[in-house]
């Protein structure tokens, strides 16, 4: 029986939606001037600043999968998060003082800051969210409101972060946008554990996320032997003048060997395969969708960068700014896609989550295909307008708005109970895999340097990269193509879901 439904929110509930607002501010500050201090301060090239942003932003998802076994079974909610939060704060000074040196010691910094973010993101991401649901009684109708007030802060994070160190590391220098970054986590820790003692209590007022476990030596050598590993990878190809991509290995290979573990179940009934099989095969749909998607902090920035008209009334907005476009969006669209999906449902009409996730590629597709028609017989040192990648932005939010949300709720309504930290693990590694795609992907831009000098010629699966118009016709062909396939198989795979929607 469902639980009474409460007037208003747990205190609590306001205690995670400004942590976490501090935390997306942090990372999003950091992730909208990453790629540009990469290619303006260490004079890196393109290609190479896509494939450490790549590989960066798949192992951020990643990480979560060992941060949330140990916060289960050894740490709790409360101390994973200040470990996170703390590992973070210190990985954003390392950016600090990576972009206050030069030459090798400011790569060797960066190293170790990607490696702090890398593994405090793990563990701080999936226990913050966890920590909502546990205000609440189980059946509290209150949850789904909950979830979406803590959305908000997530966006609003989002949204200022561009604004603000953007503006520091692009109108003064890198270095104090990192600087903000670091500052926000800290912020956001220090409100955490001020307050977590009296904010973070149950219906019955009884503390939520506490230690399960002692944290023994065996588990801080994991998480060391975590920071070691994470930091080898990241410096491999530095460090061995290699161009074996050990990163993408790792990530990729994780992907085809979570599905075989699972599948290979031999306590799984055909219901329960056949719905996780639904959720594996839309994974790998979802590689397509957010390795075009996540183009944003990439080659999108670049473009912003060098091939964008960012001037209004004289003054030149910085290239990140155009990041703060998506989570400005997501708040404005976000009540009308809800309302849309219940009037749709009400009549009968609502389409299968399947169905909901090929519209959400088409869009993505339909964004490259605006920036497209803009770039057609675009110069090297020519430049578009500013609305042109704003409305890219804004398609591309409507195409999230359909994909990202749908998919999740997809994943715990098909999950087995007993599978459902696992499943839902896997579709977060979906997620770095499409990130370290992403970065793959964004290599491919054409041309290097600012000034349009040096142009090269890329290819990807024999189609030869000419410029700006060949790099997203890749984009509106993939996801294109995936789209259709996905909207095709939609009917088979609501068969599979056997009448979950």
């Known amino acids: 029986m469902d639980t009474p439904v409460q007037k208003g929110h747990p205190r609590g509930l306001y205690l995670l939606f400004m942590t976490e607002m501090w935390e997306r501010f942090s990372y999003y500050g950091m992730r909208a001037i990453f790629v540009l201090y990469m290619t303006k301060m260490l004079l890196m090239g393109d290609a190479e600043a896509s494939e450490i942003y790549g590989s960066y932003t798949g192992l951020v998802y990643l990480t979560p999968l060992l941060g949330g076994y140990l916060s289960d079974r050894f740490l709790g909610n409360r101390r994973s998060i200040e470990i996170g939060g703390v590992l973070m704060a210190i990985g954003q000074f390392f950016m600090f003082f990576s972009a206050s040196t030069s030459g090798t010691n400011a790569i060797t910094l960066m190293w170790v800051g990607l490696t702090m973010l890398i593994i405090g993101n793990g563990f701080f991401k999936p226990n913050i969210s966890t920590m909502v649901g546990q205000l609440y009684p189980k059946g509290d109708r209150r949850v789904d409101s909950a979830f979406t007030i803590f959305y908000m802060g997530i966006n609003l994070g989002a949204f200022f972060a561009p604004l603000i160190a953007g503006t520091l590391a692009e109108k003064v220098d890198f270095k104090w946008g990192f600087l903000a970054a670091g500052i926000g986590m800290i912020i956001g820790l220090i409100t955490f554990m001020v307050q977590k003692n009296k904010l973070l209590v149950d219906e019955n007022n ?48 994780a992907m085809i060997l979570m599905p075989l573990l699972v599948l290979t179940d031999k306590g799984l009934s055909k219901e329960e395969r056949d719905r996780i099989m639904v959720i594996f095969i839309l994974a790998f749909f979802v590689i397509f969708f957010w390795g075009a998607f996540e183009q944003a902090g990439a080659s999108l920035t670049i473009f912003a960068d060098r091939q964008t008209d960012r001037t209004i009334f004289g003054w030149e907005m910085p290239a990140s700014y155009f990041q703060s476009v998506n989570p400005l969006a997501i708040i404005l669209l976000a009540p009308l896609f809800s309302s849309l999906w219940l009037n749709l449902g009400n009549r009968g009409k609502e389409p299968s989550s399947p169905k909901k996730m090929a519209i ?43 994909l990202s949300p749908i998919g999740l709720s997809m994943v715990s309504k098909l999950s087995p109970l007993r599978f459902s930290s696992l499943l839902m693990g896997t579709w977060f590694l979906a997620n770095a895999a499409a990130n370290k795609f992403a970065g793959t992907l964004s290599a491919l831009i054409p041309g290097s340097g600012e000034d349009g000098q040096g142009a090269k010629t890329t290819s990807f699966l024999g189609f030869q990269i000419t410029d700006l118009f060949d790099f997203f016709l890749v984009f509106i062909v993939m996801c294109g193509i995936a789209a259709v396939i996905l909207f095709a198989m939609s009917r088979w795979l609501e068969k599979k879901m056997h009448g979950v929607n």
């Open 360 to 402: 959400g590629l088409a869009l993505v597709a339909l964004g490259y295909v605006v920036i497209a028609f803009a770039v057609y017989g675009l110069g090297a040192l020519d430049k578009v307008s500013m609305f042109w990648l704003i409305a890219l932005y804004v398609i591309h939010t409507m195409g999230e708005l359909c």
């Open 206 to 253: 009884e503390p939520i996320g506490l230690p399960t476990n002692k944290f023994g030596i065996a588990q801080f050598a994991m998480v060391v032997g975590a920071i070691g590993m994470i930091f080898f990878f990241m410096n491999f190809k530095t460090m061995f003048k290699s161009d074996l991509d050990i990163i993408g290995y790792l990530i990729y290979g």
